[in-house]
């Protein structure tokens, strides 16, 4: 599954555009992926790029944007952490105590 992990002032950029820029939230819901890039991140790979956002971005319903100005500093930090899931490994230790790792 891919993910993505925005650099904090690419995030807040991003966010403050969803809250306050029509034209970009148009741009957001329609090409996603140049959207992204418009507002400054810069891709490691353009293909993982791409495929997260025909995975994770299709038929994207933006809220509105106050609600958008009122939750940012929570979507700053999803963004920021990175939207792929981390699973707690336990096979460690198998036989004796089980830790996360």
Known sequence: MPS???EPSVARHLVHLL????????QFATATEAAL?????????QTSLAEFVTLCCANVQLADKEAIAAAEEQIVAMLTCGTAYTVPMLEHGHGGPR???
């Open 99 to 101: 830790t996360l790792r």
């Open 19 to 26: 809250a306050t820029d029509d034209a970009f939230r148009q």
């Open 4 to 6: 993505l992990k925005l």
């Open 37 to 45: 890039i418009s507002a400054g991140h810069v891709p490691e790979d």
